[in-house]
């Protein structure tokens, strides 16, 4: 670690100030929440997308031409770092959008939701620019500390009590694995700075026992975090029993911090331990594509689906960061920002369907949709055909990006599995399609959203369908970030 210097960390603030502006708002937003009026509680949610909007646009002019390292060696800006903050923090702004409409139907809009979700977006960017395990860990724990509580915010929900009960003991298990498999290295290259670590591992160390060891347990915390087989059994239960904002929520940007972390202890401080790792995500990848898209099928819970949908989904991501290339990591990279993407406006639908008293989270719930509104029939399609890979839709490309970068590195196997276990996920996602047109209507009620919501989804939908249109400009900017 560098010398203290008290001007160098002065200087150093200037890339950190999305994350200082993020974290003082989101404080301000907090004692503005214990003197607003209760009637006037939606104006805490509106404020909270304004704050998330400005920080996007502080991170996007952050003027700088290559990797910087400031603030003693623990906090990087490199050009993954700025794209998936700028996507982070979009996709939290629409979420809350998603969000207040479900919180004002059911009468619990309170700015508790807002708070935590901007300390949680607050440990994401933190962890997108960490150059240390202890800043990794810094964000990571903040990030997931925030995210328990949000399960449990529906403090008359028992279901909810009960997932966050169950995702806060598996998450710190995971945690502490993580933190445990982090200790290893240090002890074995003596330093917490991911540059320090590789050269270390690239001087002899990469072989060393402990090493392996090390490397054994940041895969199992960075399974959990991502959601994969066989460290998945949190997210079916998690997805379902959280109220639906939340849901999406932990669905959306959450994994975008679970690929950074991925990508800043694999492919930059254990780099040259890729054979080793990358056999681990293989297992990994394989498990969660078989056994995600199988349990999906037997699934009636939408909100269970899309979860199952979700682990499948990491596999995919998982075998572009495997391949250990520049082409699968901007892969992975494309692949995790398109899944968000989808992935938001499918939670998003539900919450649509939603009302007060009724929760649209289970299949028969979109029977004859396309009668009740023809239009958002259609967006719940590009949805679903995206996430089945159905081109011209974005889900095409992406998996067609993991399946190239597998097998420029000779996985001709892996990538026939891929296509294989891709098949099977197109059913159940045609599925919502056959009850969407072909079947009678359970419920007649017209949809009961508002205006703001109704176009947020409909934007959501068509990006997914005009990204699937014109990739190359995603393309762009996953190139730039691994060139």
Known sequence: MSPFNSADYTAGLIYARPEIFLGSAACVILLLDLLIAEAQRRW?????????????????????????????????????????KVVALLTVAVVFTYSTEYLRRRAILKGEYFVLGLFATLGILVLLSAASLLTLYLGLELMSLCLYTMVAFDRESGTAAEAAIKFFVLGSLASGTLLYGMSIIYGVTGSLQLNEIAVALHGGLAGNVGVLFGIAFIIVGIGFKFGAVPFHMWIPDVYEGAPTCVTIFIGSAPKIAAFALTMRLLSEGLASSEPDWSQMLIVLAVLSMAIGNVVAIAQTNLKRMLAYSTISHVGFILMGILAGTAQGYQAAMFYTITYVIVATGAFGMIVLLSRQGFEADTLDDFKGLNARSPWFAGMMAIFMFSLAGVP?????YAKLGVIQAVLGVGYLWLAVVAVLFSVVGAYYYLRILKLMYFDEAVDVELLDGSGLMRTMLSLNALLALGLGLVPASLLVLCKQAFP
């Open 44 to 84: 805490i949610g509106v404020i909270s997308v304004l704050t998330l909007l400005v920080t996007a646009t502080l991170v996007a002019v952050q003027p700088f031409t290559t990797r910087v390292l400031v603030l003693g060696d623990m906090f990087e800006l490199d050009r993954m770092a700025q794209v998936l």
């Open 392 to 396: 011209p839709f974005i889900g095409f």
